[in-house]
């Protein structure tokens, strides 16, 4: 009879840290992973016992439950309401010609820029 006993007990803390180990942050409840399996090591027949009755999330109904991690399930994340960045769809030729462009334009200012002070002058004179 000890024998079946220790059996069980044995089989109830394999089958727990197994259980802790591939079960999500997210539905583990009350304590940490680590402090859980360090929980069902040293104690193995209420630790099994408590993971099993108070440290997972069954979830509702066997609905999965999403993954997220802990820091996540504590405090509510505001929703990312920023547009996604543009995506160019131009070859590298178009835009290496579109860059082109924008430096003659650039140069062109510049010119206008400078001749600007001639044109008053002239206009005053």
Do not use: C, N
Not at 77 to 85: C, G, I, K
């Amino acid at each position: 009879m000890p024998f079946l006993f220790s059996i069980l007990v044995i089989a109830l803390m394999i089958g727990a840290l197994i259980d802790i180990i591939t079960r999500d942050d997210a539905q583990v409840k009350h304590l940490p992973k680590m402090v859980w399996l360090i929980v069902v090591i040293l104690l193995p027949l209420i630790g099994g016992l408590l993971w099993f009755g108070l440290g997972r999330d069954y979830g509702d109904g066997g609905i999965p439950i999403p993954r997220m991690r802990r820091a996540e399930r504590t405090s509510p994340s505001p929703v990312d309401l920023r547009p996604a960045p543009p995506v160019d769809t131009r070859t590298t030729e178009q835009q290496i010609a579109d860059l082109d462009r924008e430096i003659e334009e650039w140069r062109l200012r510049q010119e206008l820029e400078k001749r600007k002070p001639e044109a008053d002058e002239q206009e005053q004179a």
